[in-house]
């Protein structure tokens, strides 16, 4: 059974940074694609960033140059470093493993919120 368990998530002013982690337990962490997600009030889940097991990355465009997407095969973990943060990036963060073309795997998501 693939488990996913996000943390790191909190309380930020503008302009602050978080990094968040994601543990992957169940699977050959390093042989599947990763990716964040987040979800704000109100608002559709969006993607945020993906690496692929490769090392490969891609970003959205609401966060490129501030986010960073980052993995440790060696610890079944995937990062998302996250600098100058805004309010808008309040949202709860998701980490999901791919594979096949679709996003199989989700953890249950951890709360950023980004205020003065």
């Known amino acids: 059974q693939v488990q996913l368990v996000e943390s790191g998530g909190g309380l930020v002013q503008p302009g602050g940074s978080l990094t968040l982690s994601c543990v992957v337990s169940?699977?050959?962490?390093?042989?599947?694609?990763m990716g964040w997600y987040r979800q704000a009030p109100g608002k559709q889940r969006e993607l945020v960033a993906t690496i692929t097991g490769g090392g490969s990355t891609y970003y959205a465009g609401s966060v490129k140059g501030r986010f960073t997407i980052s993995r440790d095969n060696a610890k079944n973990t995937v990062y998302l470093q996250m600098n100058s943060l805004k309010p808008e990036d309040t949202a709860v963060y998701y980490c999901?493993?791919?594979?096949?073309?679709?996003?199989?795997?989700w953890g249950k998501g951890t709360l950023v919120t980004v205020s003065s």
């Open positions: 999901t493993q791919g594979g096949g073309g679709s996003w199989n795997y």
């Open positions: 169940g699977s050959i962490f390093s042989s599947y694609p």
